[in-house]
C-alpha cells in the first residue's frame, strides 16, 4: 500500500529499478514498511494521483523498469479493478457477472472459458461496465475474446501433453526470471540482497561445501567448476545423505550453499541442521518461498522458476546453474579474484541465455526425430569434460529417471579406464562437444569410441564444421561462450529424455517409484 493506505498493489514480476525509485520516493517523504520491489508501485501511483486512478497508473508504469502483471484496487474508486502487463503473464476471465483477472486461465477455468490474454503494454479497467483496454499512451486498444477448450489439466499444461515438456519449454522465462534485477553488465556486479555476508565476510571464508541431491547435485558440481575459477577457493560437492554421515571439518571459515528445488530433501536438510548447529554460514539455493530448507538456512537465493509439476527437474537445474554462477561471480567481485572483464564477460553471457535457450527449443522436432531413431535402445552412454561432465550425469539422470533405460554419464578422460569395456557395436554415446578449452580433447575420446563401433551422437556448436568426420549424428547448438553452452547442452538433454520416454509410452510426469521431493531419509 502507499502512505495513505489508499492503493493496494498485487504484482507478480520484478520492478528492476526499484531500488533507484525506492530512494528518490523515500527523499520527497514516502515511508515505506516493506522491502519489496512492489511496494515503489503503490508509492508512485500516490505520487500521480490527482483523482483519476487509471491516469495516476499510466504515469507510473512509465517509470518502472522491469517485468510486472500489476493488480490495483483504490479506495476512491472502489468497484474498479486496474491492470497493467509488461513481460508478465496476466490474463482476464470474463463470466457470466463475473470478470476474473489472474497470471493464468486455470486460475478461473471453473467459472468461465472466455478469456483476453493481455500484452506486453496493456492497461486495463475491469468494473460493472465491463473492461476498459489500453496501451500505456491511454489509447484504446482491441484484444479478441478466446474460447479456452481445456479441460482443467490440460490448460495447467497449457496445451502441452506433459508438464515436463512444457516446463523445459519455459526456461527463457524461467532463466529471465533468476536473473531479473540481480545483475550490472556495465558494473560487472552481481546483487543478491538475500545474502547477508558482508564483503570482509566474504574475503575471510577459506572453503566452500555445496550440498545437494540428485539434480540439484549436478547443479552444484557445475557450481564448484565456475566457484574454484572465479573465487580462487577449494570448493567441494557433496551429497546430502553421504555428508549428513561424515566428520568433515566446519567452521565459521567454511561457507556452506545447500541447493534444493524443493527445499525439503530429507538428506540435504539433515545436512544443514547439522552446519547450522555448528555456527556454519549457510546460503540455500531453493525454488519453494517458505519451504523448510529457507527457514533453517541463514540466507536463501530465490531460483525464481515458478512452480515445477514433473518429478524429472528441468527449469529448475538450470535456474540453479545460473544462481551459482551469481554466487561465483559476487564472492569473486568481494574476494577480488575476478577481473570486472571477466565479471562482465560472464554476467552478458547470463544476459544472453534466455534468448539461447529459445533458439534451443526451436530444435525441438529435429531432437524428437533423432530421439525416435534411438527408442528401443538398451543402454545411453553420455560423456563431457569440464562443465559439460555434471551436464552429461544430468542428462542420463534425466533418461534413467523417466524412460527406465539404463544410460550413465562419464567425465570422457574416464571412458578408457574402464567404461569402454562396455560399448559394443551400435551402442549410442551422446558426446558434447561444444566450443570450449577441451573441445580437442573431447574429440580425442570420442575417436575412442568410433573405434568400437559406438554410435555418436555429438552436441556440438552451430559454426562447428569438423565434428561430422567423427560423428553419426550432430545435433547443432548456437554459438556461445563455455559457461553458457554446458546450459544449452543441458536443454537439448532434457527434450531427447522426455522423447525417448515419450516414444517408449512411460508416464513422464510421473515415473515409477519416485517422488517430487524425497522428504524421507
Ligand atoms: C531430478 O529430476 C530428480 N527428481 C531428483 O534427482 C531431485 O533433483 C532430487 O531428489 C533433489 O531434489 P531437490 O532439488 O528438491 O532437493
Given at each position: 500500500m502507499d502512505c495513505m493506505g489508499k492503493f493496494a498493489v498485487v504484482h507478480n514480476g520484478i520492478i528492476e529499478n526499484y531500488r533507484e525509485l525506492k530512494d528518490s520516493l523515500i527523499e520527497r517523504g514516502h515511508k515505506f514498511?516493506?522491502?519489496?520491489?512492489?511496494e515503489v508501485v503503490s508509492h508512485l501511483i500516490e505520487e500521480e494521483y490527482r483523482g483519476d486512478t487509471c491516469r495516476a497508473l499510466l504515469n507510473a508504469v512509465k517509470k518502472l523498469r522491469g517485468s510486472y502483471a500489476l493488480a490495483i484496487i483504490s479506495q476512491d474508486e472502489p468497484d474498479k479493478v486496474f491492470a497493467a502487463r509488461m513481460e508478465s503473464p496476466m490474463v482476464l476471465g470474463i463470466g457470466e457477472s463475473q470478470l476474473f483477472l489472474a497470471s493464468d486461465v486455470t486460475a478461473f477455468l471453473k467459472y468461465t472459458r472466455k478469456a483476453i490474454f493481455l500484452e506486453d503494454g496493456d492497461v486495463a479497467v475491469l468494473s460493472r461496465d465491463g473492461i476498459d483496454l489500453m496501451d500505456f499512451e491511454g489509447k484504446k486498444v482491441f484484444r479478441d475474446v478466446k474460447a479456452i477448450d481445456w479441460d482443467i489439466e490440460a490448460a495447467e499444461k497449457a496445451g502441452y501433453e506433459h508438464f515436463m515438456l512444457k516446463e523445459i519449454h519455459e526456461q527463457p522465462q524461467s532463466l529471465k526470471a533468476a536473473i531479473a534485477g540481480r545483475l550490472d553488465e556495465f558494473k560487472g556486479t552481481v546483487t543478491l540482497k538475500e545474502v547477508s555476508l558482508t564483503e570482509d565476510e566474504m574475503r575471510n571464508i577459506d572453503r566452500i561445501v555445496i550440498i545437494a541431491c540428485g539434480t540439484s547435485y549436478h547443479a552444484g558440481m557445475m557450481g564448484r567448476y565456475v566457484m574454484e575459477e572465479l573465487v580462487g577457493l577449494p570448493v567441494s560437492v557433496e551429497i546430502g545423505s553421504e555428508f549428513r554421515y561424515s566428520h568433515a571439518r566446519l567452521d565459521d571459515k567454511t561457507l556452506i550453499i545447500a541447493i534444493s528445488q524443493s527445499g525439503e530433501t530429507a538428506d540435504t536438510l539433515a545436512a544443514v541442521k547439522e552446519a547450522v548447529r555448528r555456527g556454519v554460514h549457510v546460503i540455500a539455493v531453493t525454488?519453494?518461498?517458505?519451504s523448510t530448507l529457507s527457514r533453517e538456512a541463514t540466507d536463501t537465493v530465490y531460483m525464481?522458476?515458478?512452480?515445477?509439476?514433473?518429478?524429472?527437474?528441468t527449469k529448475t537445474f538450470t535456474a540453479q546453474v545460473v544462481v551459482m554462477y551469481m554466487l561465483a561471480i559476487m564472492l569473486g567481485c568481494a574476494r577480488n579474484t575476478i577481473s570486472a572483464d571477466k565479471a562482465s564477460k560472464v554476467i552478458r553471457a547470463l544476459k544472453s541465455l534466455p534468448q539461447k535457450a529459445q533458439q534451443v527449443l526451436e530444435l525441438d522436432a529435429d531432437i524428437r526425430e533423432v530421439a525416435s531413431r534411438f527408442r528401443d535402445s538398451a543402454s545411453f552412454f553420455l560423456v563431457g569434460r569440464h562443465l559439460n561432465y555434471p551436464v552429461a550425469l544430468e542428462g542420463a539422470l534425466k533418461i534413467k529417471e523417466i524412460s527406465y533405460v539404463m544410460s550413465e554419464g562419464f567425465?570422457?578422460?574416464?571412458?578408457?579406464?574402464?567404461?569402454?569395456?562396455?560399448?559394443?557395436?551400435?551402442?549410442p554415446v551422446i558426446a558434447i562437444?561444444?566450443?570450449?578449452?577441451l573441445y580437442d580433447k573431447v574429440v580425442s575420446n570420442i575417436r575412442e569410441v568410433k573405434a568400437r563401433d559406438a554410435t555418436v551422437i555429438a552436441i556440438a556448436s552451430e559454426s562447428n564444421k569438423t565434428i561430422d568426420q567423427v560423428s553419426d549424428i550432430v545435433i547443432r547448438v548456437p554459438d556461445a561462450c563455455e559457461y553458457i553452452s554446458p546450459i544449452m547442452s543441458s536443454i537439448v538433454l532434457q527434450l531427447f529424455a522426455y522423447y525417448i520416454a515419450l516414444g517408449r509410452g512411460c508416464p513422464i510426469d510421473r515415473p515409477r517409484n519416485l517422488a517430487k521431493s524425497v522428504t524421507v531419509e
Amino acid at each position: 500500500m502507499d502512505c495513505m493506505g489508499k492503493f493496494a498493489v498485487v504484482h507478480n514480476g520484478i520492478i528492476e529499478n526499484y531500488r533507484e525509485l525506492k530512494d528518490s520516493l523515500i527523499e520527497r517523504g514516502h515511508k515505506f514498511v516493506s522491502e519489496t520491489d512492489t511496494e515503489v508501485v503503490s508509492h508512485l501511483i500516490e505520487e500521480e494521483y490527482r483523482g483519476d486512478t487509471c491516469r495516476a497508473l499510466l504515469n507510473a508504469v512509465k517509470k518502472l523498469r522491469g517485468s510486472y502483471a500489476l493488480a490495483i484496487i483504490s479506495q476512491d474508486e472502489p468497484d474498479k479493478v486496474f491492470a497493467a502487463r509488461m513481460e508478465s503473464p496476466m490474463v482476464l476471465g470474463i463470466g457470466e457477472s463475473q470478470l476474473f483477472l489472474a497470471s493464468d486461465v486455470t486460475a478461473f477455468l471453473k467459472y468461465t472459458r472466455k478469456a483476453i490474454f493481455l500484452e506486453d503494454g496493456d492497461v486495463a479497467v475491469l468494473s460493472r461496465d465491463g473492461i476498459d483496454l489500453m496501451d500505456f499512451e491511454g489509447k484504446k486498444v482491441f484484444r479478441d475474446v478466446k474460447a479456452i477448450d481445456w479441460d482443467i489439466e490440460a490448460a495447467e499444461k497449457a496445451g502441452y501433453e506433459h508438464f515436463m515438456l512444457k516446463e523445459i519449454h519455459e526456461q527463457p522465462q524461467s532463466l529471465k526470471a533468476a536473473i531479473a534485477g540481480r545483475l550490472d553488465e556495465f558494473k560487472g556486479t552481481v546483487t543478491l540482497k538475500e545474502v547477508s555476508l558482508t564483503e570482509d565476510e566474504m574475503r575471510n571464508i577459506d572453503r566452500i561445501v555445496i550440498i545437494a541431491c540428485g539434480t540439484s547435485y549436478h547443479a552444484g558440481m557445475m557450481g564448484r567448476y565456475v566457484m574454484e575459477e572465479l573465487v580462487g577457493l577449494p570448493v567441494s560437492v557433496e551429497i546430502g545423505s553421504e555428508f549428513r554421515y561424515s566428520h568433515a571439518r566446519l567452521d565459521d571459515k567454511t561457507l556452506i550453499i545447500a541447493i534444493s528445488q524443493s527445499g525439503e530433501t530429507a538428506d540435504t536438510l539433515a545436512a544443514v541442521k547439522e552446519a547450522v548447529r555448528r555456527g556454519v554460514h549457510v546460503i540455500a539455493v531453493t525454488n519453494v518461498v517458505g519451504s523448510t530448507l529457507s527457514r533453517e538456512a541463514t540466507d536463501t537465493v530465490y531460483m525464481m522458476s515458478g512452480p515445477e509439476i514433473g518429478v524429472a527437474a528441468t527449469k529448475t537445474f538450470t535456474a540453479q546453474v545460473v544462481v551459482m554462477y551469481m554466487l561465483a561471480i559476487m564472492l569473486g567481485c568481494a574476494r577480488n579474484t575476478i577481473s570486472a572483464d571477466k565479471a562482465s564477460k560472464v554476467i552478458r553471457a547470463l544476459k544472453s541465455l534466455p534468448q539461447k535457450a529459445q533458439q534451443v527449443l526451436e530444435l525441438d522436432a529435429d531432437i524428437r526425430e533423432v530421439a525416435s531413431r534411438f527408442r528401443d535402445s538398451a543402454s545411453f552412454f553420455l560423456v563431457g569434460r569440464h562443465l559439460n561432465y555434471p551436464v552429461a550425469l544430468e542428462g542420463a539422470l534425466k533418461i534413467k529417471e523417466i524412460s527406465y533405460v539404463m544410460s550413465e554419464g562419464f567425465a570422457a578422460g574416464e571412458l578408457k579406464h574402464g567404461p569402454l569395456a562396455l560399448l559394443a557395436n551400435g551402442t549410442p554415446v551422446i558426446a558434447i562437444a561444444t566450443d570450449s578449452e577441451l573441445y580437442d580433447k573431447v574429440v580425442s575420446n570420442i575417436r575412442e569410441v568410433k573405434a568400437r563401433d559406438a554410435t555418436v551422437i555429438a552436441i556440438a556448436s552451430e559454426s562447428n564444421k569438423t565434428i561430422d568426420q567423427v560423428s553419426d549424428i550432430v545435433i547443432r547448438v548456437p554459438d556461445a561462450c563455455e559457461y553458457i553452452s554446458p546450459i544449452m547442452s543441458s536443454i537439448v538433454l532434457q527434450l531427447f529424455a522426455y522423447y525417448i520416454a515419450l516414444g517408449r509410452g512411460c508416464p513422464i510426469d510421473r515415473p515409477r517409484n519416485l517422488a517430487k521431493s524425497v522428504t524421507v531419509e
